[in-house]
């Protein structure tokens, strides 16, 4: 990738009183579980039924040789294919024998051994999306057969929704009954297994039925999945960010708006543009889901993935997801406060050419200045009193990590200008 040179001016101005307000105290998931998003791995994206044994053994190590696991990247889940196409007698599920020849109950004490976790798919309805048997009329079984293998992650599909099975009930008054009666399987299963569910995806352009599924969705599931599936093109990208990014208010601890997986690694988007993805996910507090070849990652992309700074941001305990307070031409600005009253800020610039935006402080949810910017790629600082502008390459962000400088004493004098280097 051609790297572009940017620069960020800071100015030092007046002060003006912030008016605007944030959620303070976030109430916790019903489960206690995923109280920040979960972080690991998904084979989906990057590998569709292409999964074996070996290679979720072979993506653990390289987690843990990587350091990726060190980090938080720990959930190993296991998405569509993975079973036979009938069960067994008994009325089990069954993993495909030439798949997985030792067995899931085996793959999730070799996870655990490594201090790893381990997720599966399935799916609500009749079938998965790839035609496997789903668990509807068999929810407590297979909720017992995934808490007897060890399972600590069931992502929930809703390809093949039992419809008939409800007359006069609609789309989501189905999706609640039947995700609920799973929602209390697990929680009976006497294991903490993270309730992941899809059924907003699946009303996705449609309003009225999407607003009714979010109304009840974070009362359920520990994460819903928002948006079509990501594949590794900008134009993904870009889809599951704006689907994703106004949805704030449904975010909190336990509870977190999935936007898919991270292609950061795979071809499809320049480096640049991986960084943006994380950023962008990091700031909307959205599960990060390694989906490429873990155990081949280019050091760029490692470097990425490993960034600690914007990780941070991700898993930051308060759990407030990102608004977006602001447009300014292609360049969209997205704010979220940290635990000890911080903020993190990302300038998204999702137009063809370089672009410049400047924002008040107010306007991002701190009250005064001077604040302390520390730009979480270049890791570069700089002060403001109380406005930002900065200069974004196309597809790129400008991240900050921001703290009022009062909170600071060891910060000298700030210089009035800053230059910014963006690759
Ligand atoms: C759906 C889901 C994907 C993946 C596939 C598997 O499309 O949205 O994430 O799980 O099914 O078939």
Redesign the pocket.
């Known amino acids: 990738m051609r790297l572009s040179r940017l620069c960020l001016m800071v100015f030092l101005c007046s002060l003006s009183a912030s008016p605007l307000a944030w959620a303070t105290s976030p109430p916790r998931s019903e489960n206690g579980l995923a109280l920040t998003p979960p972080m690991g791995f998904n084979d989906?994206a990057h590998y569709g039924c292409h999964i074996s044994q070996r290679l979720f053994v072979k993506t653990a190590q390289a987690l843990l040789r990587t350091g990726l696991a060190r980090l938080g990247y720990r959930d190993v889940n296991i998405?569509?294919c993975w079973m036979a196409r009938h069960r067994n007698a008994y009325g089990q599920l069954v993993a495909r024998r030439t798949l997985f020849p030792r067995g899931l109950k085996w793959l999730g004490h070799y996870l655990h051994a490594h201090g790893l976790k381990f997720g599966i798919?399935e799916d609500a309805g009749y079938k998965?999306?790839?035609g496997r048997p789903g668990m509807y009329g068999h929810i407590r079984e297979d909720v017992r057969t995934f808490a007897a293998w060890g399972v600590d992650y069931l992502?929930l599909?809703y390809?093949d929704p039992p419809m008939n099975r409800y007359p006069g009930l609609d789309f989501s008054q189905v999706a609640h009954r039947v995700y609920g009666a799973v929602s209390r399987a697990l929680r009976h299963s006497g294991r903490a297994i993270v309730f992941s569910c899809?059924p907003p995806?699946y009303v996705y352009g449609q309003p009225k039925a999407y607003a009714e599924v979010m109304s009840w969705i974070g009362s359920v599931c520990n994460l819903w999945?928002t948006d079509d599936?990501v594949y590794d093109a900008w134009k993904s990208i870009l889809a599951n960010y704006q689907g994703n990014v106004g949805l704030w208010r449904y975010a909190h601890p336990g509870a977190w708006n999935d936007p898919?997986m991270l292609e950061v690694g795979n071809p499809g988007l320049t480096l640049c543009e991986q960084r943006t993805q994380f950023s962008l996910w990091a700031e909307m507090a959205a599960p990060l889901l390694i989906s490429t070849d873990v155990a081949h990652l280019s050091p760029q992309a490692l470097a990425i993935l490993s960034n600690r700074a914007v990780i941070a941001v991700d898993q930051d305990p308060l759990g407030v997801e990102a608004r977006r307070v602001r447009r300014e031409g292609p360049i969209d600005i997205l704010s979220r406060p940290l635990v000890g009253g911080a903020h993190a800020v990302v300038f998204f610039n999702r137009g063809p050419a370089v672009a410049r935006a400047t924002v008040r402080l107010t306007t991002l949810g701190i009250r005064r200045g001077p604040v302390l910017l520390r730009n979480l790629w270049t890791g570069k600082a700089a002060v403001a009193r109380d406005r930002i502008t900065v200069r974004v390459a196309s597809h790129g962000v400008v991240m900050f990590r921001i703290r009022s400088v009062g909170s600071h004493p060891a910060i000298r004098p700030a210089p009035t200008r800053a230059d910014w280097v963006h690759n």
Do not use: G, I, L, N
């Open positions: 989906w998405d569509d798919y998965t999306c790839q992502k599909d390809c899809s995806a999945r599936d898919d």
